[in-house]
């Protein structure tokens, strides 16, 4: 009689088999409802992952903030390795390191194509940023252009002063402010409760932003301004990042550079699919403002930029050649 001992014994069952290998199931954390823009690239990057790895590597996307995390907490709940990736709004980091404020600087980028060129110029500095703190940067996709949800079109001057509307960073406060707005700085989390008790009258932010959180239940109407298509990153834990197979890795780049180009995708038709939905839903949509508004935005908000550049230092001037650079070709 054959005598085994226990490792050969357990292989020979297909215990050893079953223990070399077991599946990598991961955590991503957004707080942004499941049918936004950037909920649909992060369940888009979660599929791709799972297919190029025959489902050996699974990830759970956890929207509206479900894990308790807003975007703000992301970046240390990532690095701590208390969830291993998250989608965030980048402009909410901009109290952790001003560079990633710069997507959301009010009218540097405008349209889809400067945005691009903009991130491209920017993402070096994002990657060490995040390189920094445990983090690897996988992918990055802008929301929709932001503008105004009202109660009434604030395509004025007028319309505008005295408004409480709510602002997403700093930059953004300050210059509503001093356009004679009344801004209140707050996360998305924050917003539904502040319309439901009228604590704000007004949300700068993007149609498709309004749209998922079906903002025609306190508001009648959004006002195209062009304000700036900020960005939403997904970030990973380094260390759960080295603990996979280099196969594995591979898959995680891979997928992540198929979903960034999923979300910049996205954006061509998006803009036409929320207007349309919007009006569905008794939405009114307003796409010129005033000459006058638009002047006195642009004058707010150029006092921000030049503080945004004071903060960052030299690597501001460097990106910001490097963008006109590439706008100039």
Same mark, same amino acid.
């Given at each position: ?38 909920? +649909? ?51 909410? #980091? ?48 802008? #929301?929709?252009?932001?503008?105004? #949800? ?26 509503? +402010? ?9 996360? #998305? ?127 501001? +001037? ?10 100039? +070709?």
């Amino acid at each position: 009689m054959n005598k085994f001992t226990l490792p050969a014994f357990a292989i020979a069952l297909g215990l050893g088999a079953a223990t070399a290998h077991a599946d990598v199931n991961l955590d991503m954390s957004s707080e942004y409802p499941v049918s936004s823009i950037h909920a +649909q690239t992060a369940d888009f990057f979660a599929k791709t992952l799972a297919d190029e790895t025959s489902g050996d590597v699974n990830v759970t996307v956890h929207h509206g903030g479900a894990l308790g995390y807003k975007s703000v907490d992301h970046y240390d709940a990532v690095g701590d390795g208390a969830v291993q990736l998250a989608s965030s709004f980048s402009g909410a #980091w901009s109290g952790i390191n001003p560079i990633f404020l710069v997507s959301s600087l009010p009218f540097l980028a405008t349209s889809i194509d400067d945005t691009k060129k903009l991130y491209e110029a920017t993402r070096p500095f994002y990657e060490k940023a995040l390189e920094g703190d445990n983090q690897i940067f996988l992918y990055a996709a802008p #929301w929709p252009a932001s503008g105004f #949800w009202a109660k009434q079109p604030i395509s004025s001057v007028d319309a505008l002063k005295g408004l409480k509307i709510r602002t997403f960073d700093t930059p953004g406060t300050k210059t509503l +402010q001093n356009a004679g707005a009344s801004p209140v700085q707050l996360s #998305w989390g924050d917003v539904v409760p502040q319309l439901t008790t009228n604590g704000i009258d007004a949300v700068l932010t993007s149609a498709d932003g309004g749209a998922g959180s079906q903002f025609w239940e306190y508001l009648s109407d959004f006002t195209e301004v062009n304000y700036a298509l900020p960005l939403q990153v997904t970030h990973m834990n380094r260390d759960t990042f080295d603990d996979l197979s280099d196969e594995e890795q591979k898959a995680v780049l891979d997928a992540a550079k198929k979903a960034e180009a999923f979300g910049w995708a996205a954006l061509e038709t998006r803009v036409k699919d929320n207007y349309a939905e919007l009006s569905e839903n008794g939405v009114t949509v307003t796409k010129d403002i005033s000459p006058e508004l638009l002047a006195l935005l642009k004058s707010s908000a150029a006092p921000q930029v030049e503080a945004w550049k004071e903060r960052v230092g030299d690597d501001a +001037q460097t990106l910001l050649d490097s963008y006109d650079a590439m706008r100039a +070709q």
